[in-house]
Each structure stands twice: as C-alpha cells, then as structure tokens.
C-alpha cells in the first residue's frame, strides 16, 4: 500500500491547505493513509460533535454525520458511500485521506473543484436496440431511459445547452462507442441515464454513481485498483456534480436514497470530463415501475437531473 501513501501525501501537499491544516493528525490504518475527522472538520471551521459510534460537523447550513465503522455518510441530508470506512478510536474518528479529496472536499468545498464553462452535454440513454437491459412486469430499460433521457435533453436545451444524445431512437450503441461520442462531439459533460434492478422486488429508490478513484475500491465490494482511467482525473468534479444531480433528483420526486456511489462502468472508464451514471429507479419493484412509466413522474426525474447538471455548472463557474 505504499503507493496509496505516496500519493495521499502528494495530495496534502499541492493543495491548498485552507481545506487540509497543516496540524491535521495523519495515521496508517491497515496499511492505508488516514486524517483526523476531528482536526479537518475543526480546521475548516465546522462545529463538532463526537460519541464512541458517531461525529457531526455543522458549519453555516452544511452539516455531515459519520458512523462507526460505516462507508455511508449523511451530507446536506443525502446518502454519500466513502471509499473506506470511517474508524473510531474511542472518540477520535478517522477517515481515509483520499475521502477527504476525492469525497468530502469536492461537496464540502465547491470552490476547490477545477473550473470549467459547461456549455455541451451528452446524455446517454443506457441499453437499445438489441440490449433491452432489465426487464420489468410491463416495460423495459431501454424504452424507459429514452423517454427520460429525450425529456432532460429537452429540459436542458431550454436552459441554453447543447445537447448530445447517444440514441435517439430504438438502436443499440456498443459500451465501448459511448465515450467516443462524448468526444466527438466535444462536450463538457456526461450522463448516463438506466434503471435498476434486484432480486428482492421491495427495493426501491435512486442511486448515482461517479468513477472509482484509483487506489480505491467500488462501492459494491471487490478489490482496490491502481488503474487510473481518463474519466479519474475529474475525481472531484464527478462527485460534485453526482452529488448535486442526487439531491434534485431526491428532492424532485421523493423517492427512497440509496446514495452516491463509486463504480467502474464503463461508460465512466474513458470519459474526459465530468461525468455520472444514474439509476433512477428499480423496475423489479412493481410500484416504482409504475412510476417510472408515468409521462407526470419522468417530467420529475428529467427535471432533477436537469436542475442538478445547473446547480453544478454554477457551483464550479469560472471566475
């Protein structure tokens, strides 16, 4: 793991130190970097408070809650997956250094993601032609994602966008096309839009998920992985902009909050600017199934994602 050090203390040491003291404690924990909860919420003006199974932090209308022993995090009151755990020691808790820059800093502080004029989006409609993806009692994932992703598309343009779709219509784009029309057509923005799907049909509800950072593992388990993709070096800018697509996307329809999540699909993989992959709902669940057919409920999900895509092109506008 000596490689996850290296670069955890290259980190420390380019960035600015207005988000990372200079008195921040530092601690290997199996084999892996880690910072002080405490000490990088007190140094950048947060208000804490700690128990032996839990901390919170509240500065100005931002407030986080963390869990002993728990990937997932609360943050301005949507479900955020760490890349590791969180640890307490007694009362001191510690998280790993990489979730401080690629998790927490980029929502916490807008600020420090790079800056960038979004002026063209594509917007991937998952599945088509041959590829139905999941199958539910009465529709299918192809057929639902273009209907919502022709309503963002349109949503978007209205907001003075170009848009770029991968389909348009009942026809299947091979996996490995989709980030070479993200460049081809030059835009500065990418989501993929599919629907879910489980065993258990009582699940419901969103996930979004961004690239995992090298040297980390994915939400859904599995090994950690050194390999740096394209789409890696907008880390920061792609939990952002997940971040701020889930939360409009909660607050638009209500549905249950599964969280941001980290995943290698492959869409991700070779995107060069930020980028996200939404589920925006289980189609194994008969209710939500339901939803996801209704033209009043794809209106809500097409405008979350739209409103989310501006709430974060104006968090990250140039100066």
């Known amino acids: 793991m000596l490689r996850l050090l290296i670069a955890a203390t290259a980190l420390i040491m380019f960035l600015p130190s207005s988000s990372y003291g200079a008195g921040v404690r530092q601690k290997n924990i199996n084999k892996q970097n880690y910072s002080s909860l405490n000490d990088l919420l007190a140094s950048n003006g947060f208000r804490t408070t700690f128990t032996k199974t839990s901390a919170t932090g509240s500065k100005k209308g931002s407030y986080c809650f963390f869990q002993k022993n728990q990937r997932t995090i609360t943050c301005g009151n949507t479900k955020i997956e760490l890349l590791m755990p969180t640890v307490f020691e007694n009362t001191h808790p510690w998280i790993l250094t990489l979730d401080w820059f690629k998790t927490l800093r980029p929502v916490l502080y807008p600020a420090t993601v790079p800056r960038s004029k979004v ?73 993929s839009i599919h629907v879910n799907s489980a065993k258990n049909k009582t699940i419901s ?16 388990g599995g090994k950690v ?30 549905a249950v909050d599964r969280g941001v999540k980290r995943a290698r699909f492959a869409v991700l993989k070779d995107i ?8 925006i709902g289980f189609i194994s669940n008969r209710a939500e199934e339901r939803k996801l057919n209704d033209p009043k409920y794809i209106e809500k999900i097409a405008r979350g994602i739209a409103e989310g895509i501006a709430a974060f092109t104006r968090s990250t506008k140039a100066r």
């Not at 060069?272 to 589920?279: H, K, S």
Request: hydrophobic share 40%; proline share 4%; glycine share 10%.
């Open 119 to 191: 002026r063209a989006i594509t917007v991937d409609m998952g599945h088509g032609g041959n590829d139905p993806g999941a199958i539910g009692a009465i529709s299918k994932e192809k057929m639902i994602t273009l209907k919502v992703g022709r309503k963002v598309a349109e949503i978007l343009r209205a907001y003075g966008f170009t848009v770029h779709c991968t389909r348009n219509s009942d026809v299947q784009i091979p996996l490995n096309s989709v980030a070479q029309l993200q460049k081809k057509h030059k835009s500065d923005l990418f989501v």
């Open 272 to 279: 060069t600017v930020p980028g996200v992959l939404v589920e």
């Open 205 to 220: 509800g969103l996930e979004t998920f961004c690239l995992t950072p090298a040297g980390a593992a994915s939400s859904n």
């Open 225 to 254: 992985s050194w390999t740096a993709h394209p789409g890696n070096r907008q880390d920061a800018a792609n939990m952002l902009l997940a971040w701020n697509i889930h939360r409009q996307l909660l607050s638009r329809t209500g």
